[in-house]
């Protein structure tokens, strides 16, 4: 490193050095984990939105407050597979409950062996239980021990209503995605001529073809706001 430099303030881990890697996390000792899944989100946007979603997130957090971010982890339960009443089968991997939580409680186990003060999970799929299974572990691994913090949240939980509502290949999550990764998504293929539904469309909330990235950078903003400082609240207590 050249003399008065600066260290790197965030990176992504998978594409670090060793050297790299240590010197990020001797300034900021924060690793993030986005939590996907692979799932149909309609034909008008990628399998893949959960965790890109969660993964664009998790690179705009970081790069103003530092630290390392994984790749996002694809193995969700409860996804629109073997939603009652829906058609969508083809196009959506579904784990059981039990292999989650088991992986939820080997990340969390690795990165703090890892010595993380926070690990900062940002679960894209909010299908329950999966949701909550995921902050179910995370509550026992806090409870379990006290030099590692593990935040399990969800970018909706993050901004307010009023903003962004929980939705599914909707207004909210195909706008992020426009944001994060425009090559992903394809508007062209939503219906003209009618309201995008759930049965037909695995379309869940707000009308997805007013869905722009400008939206997504605001979308974004609101939430980096808002993890910023919940991950600043938690290294205080450190």
Not at 28 to 42: K, N, V
Not at 88 to 113: C, G, I, P, Y
Not at 114 to 139: N, S, W
Request: net charge negative.
């Amino acid at each position: 490193m050249p003399p008065h430099s600066q260290p790197p303030l965030w990176g992504r881990y998978e594409r670090l050095m060793p050297a790299e890697i240590e010197s990020i996390f001797a300034a900021h000792p924060i690793a993030y984990l986005p939590w996907g899944a692979l799932e149909y989100h309609g034909e008008h946007a990628a399998v893949g939105l959960d965790g890109l979603k969660a993964h664009g997130l998790c690179v705009e957090l970081a790069k103003v407050s530092g630290g390392l971010v994984l790749p996002a982890v694809y193995i969700a339960a409860n996804t629109i597979k073997y939603a009652p009443g829906l058609v969508h089968k083809r196009h959506s991997l579904n784990f059981s409950e039990d292999t989650l939580r088991v992986l939820a409680r080997e990340h969390f186990a690795q990165l703090a062996d890892e010595k993380f003060r926070v690990v900062f999970t940002l679960c894209g799929h909010v299908g329950q239980p999966h949701y909550d299974i995921i902050k179910d572990e995370a509550h026992k691994f806090n409870s379990s021990q006290s030099d590692t913090h593990i935040i399990a949240t969800s970018e909706t939980d993050l901004i307010a209503k009023e903003i962004v509502i929980v939705n599914h290949a909707a207004l909210g999550e195909v706008s992020f995605l426009m944001h994060t990764d425009p090559d992903c998504v394809n508007l062209t293929r939503l219906p003209k001529d009618r309201v995008p539904t759930l049965e037909v469309d695995a379309v869940w909330g707000p009308d997805p073809r007013d869905s722009s990235a400008e939206k997504g950078a605001q979308y974004t903003a609101a939430f980096v706001a808002s993890a910023q400082k919940l991950i600043f609240e938690t290294l205080q207590k450190f």
